[in-house]
């Protein structure tokens, strides 16, 4: 089992810049995991901000590619999200997630949800 618990999040203000961090514990045993951050908003499916996977190869949702970065500690078993030149659509509840990598490249995870691991969520609202 993983364990995983965000902080970081809070309001800003557009162009502004918060920092996500997330940290693991436990081990998911058996296939590949990648550590990514994903956002929700009400009424919308989870999406995929940021991928990242063991060699530190990293994967971004287009609405975000030059202005977040996904980056780990693996000493410290910490994932982080730097979000910088935040916008209003940015504004979401914030998900630290463990899926499989053979979403990697997709910004995707299992179906079921049983295979993927998330933290409790923090909420980032950008005003405008």
């Known amino acids: 089992q993983v364990q995983l618990v965000e902080s970081g999040g809070g309001s800003v203000q557009a162009g502004g810049s918060l920092r996500l961090s997330c940290t693991a514990s436990?081990?998911?045993?058996?296939?590949?995991?990648?550590m990514g951050w994903f956002r929700q908003t009400p009424g919308k499916e989870r999406e995929g901000v940021a991928l990242?996977?063991?060699?530190?190869?990293?994967n971004y949702a287009d609405s975000v590619k030059g202005r977040f970065t996904i980056s780990k500690d693996n000493a410290k078993n910490n994932l982080y999200l730097q979000m910088s030149s935040l916008k209003p659509e940015d504004t979401a509840m914030y998900y630290c997630a463990a899926v499989y990598c053979a979403f990697l490249r997709k910004l995707q995870y299992s179906d079921d949800d049983s295979d993927n691991y998330w933290g409790q969520g923090t909420q980032v609202t950008v005003a405008s």
């Open positions: 436990g081990s998911a045993s058996g296939y590949h995991y990648c």
């Open positions: 990242i996977d063991s060699a530190g190869y990293t």
